[in-house]
């Protein structure tokens, strides 16, 4: 039995550390921004703390020691609300859904969920996790099926230069939809958050039609190898004059 206890408690750390992780990282892409690499911004603010053993299998309860007045959500209850809610995204069996909630985040954060599941279902365990007024539940099935995504699934965020036409802009939904040149299908998506809503209808007026270029973030979900769903944020637009001035809004700093 000794030997048991040991394996159970160097399966608990090793979860224990990998979810905190997660929750890092969730935490840092929602308020600082998490680069590609390095260390996690800001990480001692997401800590969580083990306040007591849950009874009746093998599981730890964790809490923010101090959590902030109820009638506001702390940001780390929000990024440990998010961290379950994408767990729970990677075990379900509907695969849209899985793909939207990859769309929302980065390589990182895909990865860690990724070592998180691997370890799972290497140790053959099930899991229950209890966040909230939320109960996530999962089966082997859902383990192997997560752990299987992980491992063919990456995220892909660049910059693309795209040149057609503006179709339009709606500035209270901040959303556009751009005709390329090439006879792509218009492109839709979100104008950048940082561009002021009351410069958005200056857009209609001016660039409407006009032959240029979009300057848009893009990030593609890719698996197996193909692109299977991507998004796109318009950062900027430019044009030349009849001088063969170029033209541009200001752009957004990727």
């Known amino acids: 039995m000794i030997g048991s206890r040991g394996i159970e408690s160097e399966f608990g750390t090793s979860a224990i550390a990998t979810f905190q992780d997660l929750v890092a990282k969730v935490m840092a892409h929602q308020t600082t921004g998490l680069g590609q690499k390095g260390p996690v911004p800001n990480k001692p603010a997401a800590a969580l703390h083990i306040t007591n053993i849950v009874r009746g299998s093998f599981g730890f309860l964790l809490e ?72 996530f539940s999962f089966g082997a099935e859902a383990i192997a099926r997560a752990a299987e995504r992980a491992r063919v699934t990456s995220v892909d965020e ?72 991507e998004s796109f944020t318009l950062r900027g637009l430019r044009r030349r004059d009849d001088q063969q001035n170029v033209v541009q809004v200001p752009l957004v700093p990727a």
């Open 64 to 135: 923010e020691m101090h959590p902030q007045q109820p009638i506001l959500e702390s940001a780390l209850k929000l990024a440990v609300d998010q961290a379950t809610g994408l767990l729970d995204a990677f075990g379900e069996p509907d695969e849209e859904g899985f793909q939207a909630a990859i769309e929302r985040i980065d390589d990182r954060i895909l990865a860690t969920a990724g070592a998180f599941f691997e370890h799972m279902n290497a140790n053959g365990a099930t899991i229950k996790v209890v966040s909230g007024g939320h109960e």
């Open 158 to 229: 660049g910059e693309d230069l795209i040149l057609g036409r503006l179709s339009g802009v709606l500035p209270d939904a901040h959303q556009f939809e751009f005709v390329p040149a090439d006879g792509r299908t218009a492109i839709r998506g979100k104008v950048d958050p940082s561009w002021p809503t009351e410069q958005l209808p200056d857009l209609n007026k001016q660039w409407v039609g006009v032959d240029a270029e979009a300057v848009t973030s893009v990030k593609r979900v890719i698996r197996n190898g193909d692109v299977v769903r």
